[in-house]
């Protein structure tokens, strides 16, 4: 009733369920072999689920339910069942214990067939089970068995601990250290069964009435054999990772023997019998008694049943071969690989395959004729092997894997047959012979014209590489296999220009590693001449947009902003990359735009004109070029390839429309146009819906801004106000919007009074709607501090601009406050205040009277002074901000009627500064 391995496939019938030497399934087998011995009567006044003493645990409700969802791999729903079971209040003694076995049995399964690196956390797992059984039902009678499962367990941890691949710097005697602590751990279990069932035997748990789950003194004899069994076969596993003809092998394999005596005796219908006598004949082939082995085994032929046959023939091969009698262990293994696969097992064709390996290595030469046959038994070999993996499973394939490429890696000339042994030994860890060997199958497969094959050969020897040397040495290996196969073309052009691929990431890991100074720049250069080389080679394979990508992203560090955004704008739609490529693209166009002192060409008519193409912009582009390719670019994420505004718009798309409205606010004279268009259309399409992700929320209101702000410059005003009104009852405005909102007014360009102060109280509109949000500091953030100051000077220009000096001054002194250190903000703020005691300035009424009130005025001219006189002090002597201020301290103190003081001060700046 054991559970199945992992992997494999339905077992021939026939095979004898616990058979073989070395099984990584017998262990699972034997799970709950120590059950198979006791009876299976029911008492029929039982309750449902677990019944008498004698109740098979494989017939339980849980047993089975666990047993059912293991077969199909639900290992996170056997814990959670176990779990719940587990703390069930009115769960028995007696069915805690089917379920802590089934438990422990369905987690060695799952060890089994789980890759090296996981093992570990499923033979804790079990471990733990066992512990916490103890703890809660240390005292229920059939709490042997979950000790015995335990120790079963361990025994499997062992045995895959054993078959699994060791370096090839580790001797092949060498044994696993997991194998022998696990084996170790085994037995000491088994010691303490053996030792509990002596003193139950002895009197202490004999059956009794009114105890069902008491042992009798039948189950107990019983349950003793089994241990028997199973210690016998830990002690020979043991035995088999101490080197040959060791003491410690030597007196394992003993101990074993004495174990499997009185077993081998035993009645036919014993279920131990026939698994002991397979133990026994291979602990005497172990030890060389191969006489003695050859005797039992013949006399056990005759009398075994057809479920023994296939393990007694498989041990039968493998007598033959230890005696050296290969010619007639090879005729044998001939014969059998003539019958039908499915009645074979995997004992007989692993023994098969030692068979044919070894003959092909040891028969005696007989001149050509050998060459064809050593040939013919190396495809078996490798068809057999493959055949393995196949039916059987995981452990079977690596394990064939492993003995192919040990036979085979040095002397056969068969491309095919080398790859499999490259891939055993990579399998067993041996990097620098697989790594030979991969080279010599592509070699041969070259020199036959199977260039698909020396290819894949060619790969896998520089991933050996790169594991056995690191990137340095694995890079050109990859680079010249791509290159050798760029002109390609189809399927063999996409995995050369994967290979090339390959050889870029290596090279941006040698650059991540190299020293800083002169050996980063050397690798950071290679690194970006693969990059280009790639973009070269396979300018249109998929991986050339990753090529453009990490290039781009080089570009970025080294502050080639335009030069990375034309990169960005080539990665098309369906690359992974592509939504990354247009967010860092708006940030390159804004770090790319050259200084407004370099822009002396006339402002651009927007996007429909026809600039230059980007092969022709010279190295240096100007501010309206710059935004001829962004808006090109950014527009085709928009619109496509059909130049249409799409139907339903995509959250990058809202997004690019905003980038893209605010560059053409800013930037062009006649941009507002092409906006009001944009934004309508994006506006239009937006979801009336309060589902929007966090970053969409603040998009409406910022696009309403700008759509404010195109309505503004078109002379749409009432448009504009009614976009404003409803912008109140949004979420507040972020900085940039604001800002984007004031500069594209550009008040200072216009030349109409009237004009200006309208565009000045749509500015105080915008402001009043960041500063007055309620999260104005919260999630939307108002913006840092530099973006608060040119707000700040925004609204304090307004406020002047109409007339209204008290929050000009207040709006001032903020700017002052946000940025100290900026001249500009004093300036404003100190002439504003010493506009009071000019008679031709143009204030706002103060009094009744509508003049300012002289004390205040004089007040004001005071405090403008000393700001004048900071600021003098803070500038470069004879620049042209100190020259400003002293002019404006000389005027300040005639108006003031210091009049002696100002012709002294005028006169030493004449001396010093003429």
Known sequence: MGQKNRGSTKRPSGSWPWAGRGRLGLSLTLGCLAMFFLPHARSTASPPGPAGPGFHPAETIDARFIQGLSDRHLDTLVDAYGRQRWDDPDLTERQRVDLTVAWIRAITGRALASAPGRRSTHWQHAAKLAAAFQQRAASAPRGLLVSLQLALAQVAQGELAMQAPKPAREPTHSANLETRDALRAALAQFERIDSQIDARLAGAYQSAPGKPDAWTSTELESLRRNVSLQTARALRLQAVSYPADSPDRINSLDRAL????????????????????????????????????????????????????????????????????????????????????????????????????????????????????????????????????????????????????????????????????????????????????????????????????????????????????????????????????????????????????????????????????????????????????????????????????????????????????????EIPPASEYYEQAVHASLACYQHGLPPLATASEPDSNGPNSNGPPTAEISARPTRRQVLELATRQWQKVITGTDNRWPSQWTSLQRTVALALARLQLVESAEGHRYVEKLLTAALTSYPQTSQHKPSEKTWKPQAMTLLAAAKVRAGKLAEAEGLLQELKTLIPLDAETALTFVRSLRIQQEPDRQRRQTLARFVLQILALVATGENGTGENGVGDSKQLAELARAGGSAHELLGERMPALAAYRQWMQQRPEDGAAQEACAALLGKGLDPKATLEPESQSGQLDPAQARADGQQALRLWQQIERRSKPGGPRWRRARQARIGLLEQLGHHEQSQKLQQLTRILYP
């Open 258 to 569: 004495k174990h499997l005596q009185n077993l081998t005796a035993m009645q036919k219908t014993s279920p131990v019998l026939w698994p002991a006598r397979l133990e026994t004949l291979f602990c005497l082939r172990t030890l060389g008694q191969w006489d003695r082995a050859d005797h039992l085994l013949t006399a056990w032929e005759t009398d075994s049943p057809p479920s023994i046959q296939l393990p007694l023939t498989a041990e039968r091969l493998a007598l033959l071969r230890a005696q050296g009698q290969l010619e007639k262990a090879l005729t044998k293994a001939q014969a059998l690989l003539q019958q039908p696969t499915d009645t074979r097992s995997a004992d007989v064709d692993f023994a098969i395959l030692e068979v044919l390996l070894v003959a092909r290595d040891k028969l005696p030469l007989h001149g050509n004729d050998y060459q064809a046959s050593a040939s013919m038994l190396t495809e078996q070999a490798t068809e057999l092997a493959r055949q393995l993996g196949d039916r059987y499973g995981p452990s079977w394939r690596q394990r064939a894997l492993v003995r192919l490429g040990q036979a085979l890696a040095t002397e056969v000339e068969n491309a095919t047959v080398l790859g499999h042994a490259a891939n055993a030994l990579m399998a067993a860890g041996n990097l620098a012979a697989a790594l030979a060997t991969y080279d010599r199958a592509a070699k041969l497969a070259r020199a036959k014209g199977k260039q698909k094959d020396a290819f894949g050969w060619s790969l896998a020897a520089a991933a050996v590489a790169n594991r056995l040397h690191g990137p340095q040495a694995a890079l050109p290996r990859y680079r010249q296999l791509a290159l050798s196969r760029s002109q390609q073309s189809g399927p063999q052009q996409s995995a050369a220009a994967n290979t090339h691929l390959i050889a870029m990431g290596l090279a941006a890991a040698l650059a991540r590693q190299a020293d800083p100074g002169s050996p980063r720049r050397e690798a950071l250069k290679n690194y970006e001449n693969l990059l280009l080389e790639h973009l070269q080679s396979w300018p249109k394979a998929p991986s050339a947009s990753t090529a453009r990508w990490w290039l781009a992203r080089l570009r970025i560090g080294q502050q080639r902003w335009l030069e990375a955004a034309s990169l960005l704008g």
